[in-house]
């Protein structure tokens, strides 16, 4: 009987780097790799599908970083940030469409929106995020904010039982209510779910709980994303130390 040798073939080796996406052709970059990844993973129905984008009209309002393997020149991750100001001329964060927001106004300090954040399937450990995370530090020590906020989402591809079982978990350990309370403007369908049912952190909400971010509130129901999302604020004094150092000035 002949025997074949299975030679497995090196990884191709990755150089990542974070940068912030300046004119349109990196946007469009971004916005590819936003419908790519949303599509895909979520069945979302996204404004600029017909061009394979995901894009709507705070975009032109936000800047954006991402990280780029530069052994293949591919955009691999990509995160879009909303400052007060610019949510001032807006009329309000995205996150407001979705949530009612009490304490926004009481809240002391320069406020960043984060948005829109994802990561290729291929990229997705820490290594990435903590290269974006890196360029995140920056805006935030740059520009002296002292709140970062935005949402995490969860799939409600399997009728909200993943959400109800992370909620669970968040309710415990996570919740908070002392500097701003997020209302839902669409609730969860109510579900009883036993406690016993278990269900993984997805990543980008897992980084923002290590981070030290606190939930504050239920999550609102994106029916155009087919998710639940979950607001979250990072209190700058608050960073946990142990990833303090992705946020240099930050403590």
Same mark, same amino acid.
């Given at each position: 009987m002949t025997q074949i040798a299975r030679i497995k073939e090196p990884r191709p080796e990755r150089r990542l780097q974070a940068e912030r996406l300046i004119g349109g052709q990196a946007l469009r970059e971004a916005q590819a790799l936003r419908y790519a990844v949303f599509s895909q993973e979520f069945d979302a129905r996204l404004q600029g599908a017909e061009l394979g984008l995901d894009r709507d009209t705070y975009d032109s309002h936000c800047s954006h970083i991402g990280v780029r393997d530069l052994s293949?020149?591919? =955009?691999?991750?990509?995160?879009?940030?909303?400052?007060h100001q610019a949510a001032d001329g807006l009329g309000g964060f995205y996150s407001e469409e979705e949530f009612s927001l009490h304490g926004l106004k009481g809240?002391?300090?320069? +406020?960043?929106?984060?948005?829109r954040t994802c990561? *290729?399937?291929?990229?997705?450990?820490?290594?990435? +995020?903590?290269? %974006?995370?890196?360029? =995140?530090? /920056?805006?935030?020590?740059q520009g002296e904010y002292?709140?970062?906020?935005?949402c995490a989402s969860i799939s409600m591809q399997?009728?909200?039982?993943?959400? /109800?079982?992370?909620?669970?978990?968040?309710?415990?350990?996570?919740?908070?209510? /002392? *500097? %701003?309370?997020? /209302?839902?403007? *669409?609730?969860?369908?109510? %579900?009883?779910l036993p406690h016993n049912v278990i269900a993984e952190l997805p990543p980008l909400l897992k980084a923002y709980m290590r981070l030290g971010a606190k939930v504050c509130g239920e999550p609102c129901w994106d029916r155009e994303f087919?998710?639940?999302?979950?607001?979250? =604020?990072?209190k700058r004094d608050d960073l946990c130390p142990r990833y303090a150092r992705h946020f240099k000035a930050a403590v």
């Open positions: 293949s020149g591919q =955009l691999v991750a990509t995160t879009r940030l909303l400052d809240l002391q300090g320069p +406020i960043l929106e984060i948005g990561v *290729h399937p291929a990229y997705r450990n820490g290594g990435t +995020i903590a290269v %974006l995370w890196s360029e =995140l530090a /920056e805006v935030l020590n002292r709140y970062l906020m935005g399997d009728g909200g039982i993943q959400a /109800e079982a992370i909620m669970q978990r968040l309710r415990e350990r996570y919740l908070c209510n /002392e *500097h %701003l309370r997020a /209302e839902p403007r *669409h609730p969860l369908p109510p %579900l009883d087919q998710v639940a999302d979950v607001f979250i =604020l990072l």
